[in-house]
């Protein structure tokens, strides 16, 4: 059946609580199914398993194969049991996702009320939820092409990501080169005044240096003069 266009591949799909072993929700895709009850007693002959509820670890997967159909279930904290009945050619691979669909939306519509309808109480409210996810998954060749659709888009999205990242390092590079260049440029203005404070001390330096030497050389020519002009007298 696997590939077909009807393919039929999923034929039960159940919640039951293993505390009291009571079926709150079940659907059947294909109408007058007449292994309906085969289905039915499979789930309580599980869920009666001695010390089910105790040997059986919430989060795990588990897959009981028969001659024709697999029986595949997960259990959350609650004692919820989700159940997925398909033909043993259908892929574990699949099979599974499907089961991880089914559990959020159903806690989040269903999840309290699971733990205290009566049995089958819930079958109506989550037909339309069951059938939606039975059809996109019964047909395992159309949803690996959905699902190799979908990986193609997220390695687009991951290298859209990628390169917007290596864009705003890029920018951020940028800024940062930009925001050294301003930095150095304040810097060498500083300097500039620095140098030119430097240079106008270093001339006053040297003015005032002139000026006492000159002083000096006047005093000494004054002296010298002086000196010469007494002598000259005293003759």
């Known amino acids: 059946m696997i590939g077909n266009g009807?393919?039929?591949?999923?034929?039960?799909?159940?919640?039951?609580?293993?505390?009291?072993q009571v079926t709150v929700a079940s659907y059947m895709p294909e109408r007058g199914d007449h292994n309906s009850d085969?289905?039915?007693?499979?789930?309580?002959?599980?869920?009666?398993?001695?010390?089910?509820?105790?040997?059986?670890?919430?989060?795990?997967?588990?897959?009981l194969v028969g001659d024709i159909n697999a029986f595949n279930f997960?259990?959350?904290?609650?004692?919820?049991?989700?159940?997925v009945i398909t033909t043993i050619d259908y892929p574990e691979r699949l099979v599974?996702?499907?089961?991880?669909?089914?559990?959020?939306?159903?806690?989040?519509?269903?999840?309290?009320?699971?733990?205290?309808?009566?049995?089958?109480?819930l079958t109506k409210k989550t037909e339309a939820l069951f059938s939606k996810l039975v059809k996109e998954y019964d047909d395992p060749?159309?949803?690996?092409?959905?699902?190799?659709?979908i990986s193609k888009v997220e390695d687009v999205k991951l290298t859209m990501h990628s390169?917007?990242?290596?864009?705003?390092?890029?920018?951020?590079?940028?800024?940062?080169?930009?925001?050294t260049t301003a930095k150095l440029h304040e810097q060498a203005k500083l300097f500039d005044q620095q140098a030119r404070t430097i240079k106008r001390q270093e001339q006053w330096k040297n003015m005032k240096l002139m000026l006492i030497i000159g002083g000096i050389v006047v005093v000494v020519l004054i002296i010298i003069i002086a000196a010469l002009a007494s002598g000259n007298g005293s003759k």
């Not at 009807?6 to 009291?20: E, F, G, L, T, W």
């Not at 997960?74 to 159940?83: C, F, G, K, L, S």
């Not at 060749?141 to 659709?149: F, G, H, R």
């Open 141 to 149: 060749t159309k949803k690996d092409k959905l699902s190799a659709v």
């Open 96 to 121: 599974f996702p499907l089961i991880n669909d089914i559990i959020p939306q159903f806690k989040q519509e269903h999840g309290d009320k699971a733990l205290t309808c009566e049995a089958n109480a």
């Open 38 to 63: 085969q289905y039915h007693n499979a789930v309580q002959e599980v869920l009666s398993a001695p010390d089910f509820q105790y040997k059986v670890t919430p989060g795990s997967r588990y897959r």
């Open 163 to 179: 390169n917007i990242d290596g864009m705003l390092r890029n920018i951020d590079h940028t800024e940062q080169v930009e925001k």
């Open 74 to 83: 997960t259990t959350d904290a609650q004692q919820r049991v989700y159940i």
């Open 6 to 20: 009807n393919a039929n591949n999923i034929k039960y799909v159940a919640v039951a609580r293993s505390s009291d």
